[in-house]
């Protein structure tokens, strides 16, 4: 049974920095595509960062080089460093699992990710 838990969220300044986690169990981690989205009120979900099961990181444009995505693969979980935050990131940000490549246009396909996890909140205020 696939299983996604995100941590980490919370309420920081602009300007601030976190740190999220996803911890994966149920899988071979290792050779899945994993990513993070991200999600507003009244928008829909977005793509922040894939990380590639060969190594290969890819993230949306908007970050500016402000996010990092990393992987453990001997602790089976996912990482989402985020710096100079801004109140636009504020969102439930979620880890998102897919047993394959990442596909193209990744940022743009949440559907072809079938396994997410329950989301923590990121809260940027001004």
């Known amino acids: 049974q696939v299983q996604l838990v995100e941590s980490g969220g919370g309420s920081v300044q602009s300007g601030g920095s976190l740190r999220l986690s996803c911890a994966a169990s149920?899988?071979?981690?290792?050779?899945?595509?994993m990513g993070w989205f991200r999600q507003a009120p009244g928008k829909g979900r977005e793509g922040v960062a894939v990380?590639?099961?060969?190594?290969?990181?890819s993230y949306a444009d908007f970050l500016k080089g402000r996010f990092t995505v990393s992987r453990d693969n001997t602790k089976n979980t996912l990482y989402l460093q985020m710096n100079n935050l801004e109140t636009g990131d504020t969102a439930m940000y979620y880890c998102?699992?897919?047993?394959?490549?990442?596909?193209?246009?990744?940022?743009?396909?949440?559907?072809?990710?079938?396994?997410w996890g329950q989301g923590t909140q990121v809260t940027v205020s001004s």
């Open positions: 998102a699992a897919n047993p394959s490549w990442c596909p193209s246009k990744w940022y743009l396909k949440p559907d072809d990710f079938p396994y």
């Open positions: 990380f590639e099961s060969t190594g290969g990181k």
């Open positions: 149920g899988f071979t981690y290792s050779r899945y595509c």
